[in-house]
């Protein structure tokens, strides 16, 4: 008969697998890097292409001497025309990299990690690293994992367009 867990003690027992088991935690810390380096690397890109954005709206609200006198000489551009030139194809390239590639990456580290620890729960300690990649490409499950992470990407997009609106 199972047991029902409360929420602590669904934790304890979650902090306990590493704990026991050493090869886990050096699993789920090699899972995680491809997914730590992408996101390192995108949000870089992304905060670069915000200070690009922020020093575009500051130098049209506030322009130079030399502007000033210029913008009655010259057709006046926008603060729209200057985005789409400068930093459109960068935010464009950051939505289809956090819909595309993030998520997958995200989902797949999801996978390995909590496959694992399941195995580990269950009493199979005897697995090592080599045998847990190999279970996470031949006899991992992605049907129920995939249904419950695209249904909780979908509510996270909806709560932002619902904050946005």
Partial sequence: MEEKLGFFKVLS?????PLKNPRFA???FIASVPLFCFTFT???IFQKAFIETAKM???QVRPSPSQCFDCFDSKPVGLVEIFFE????TYLLMVLFSLGILNCLDFITLIAIVDSASLFYEG???MNLKHMLQRLTKETRFKGPLITSVMALLLASLVVVGLFC
């Fill in 26 to 28: 050096v699993f789920a």
């Fill in 57 to 59: 709206i500051i130098s």
């Fill in 42 to 44: 995108s949000e870089t």
């Fill in 13 to 17: 027992k979650a902090f306990t697998i």
């Fill in 86 to 89: 400068r930093v459109s194809f």
């Fill in 124 to 126: 199979k300690n005897t």
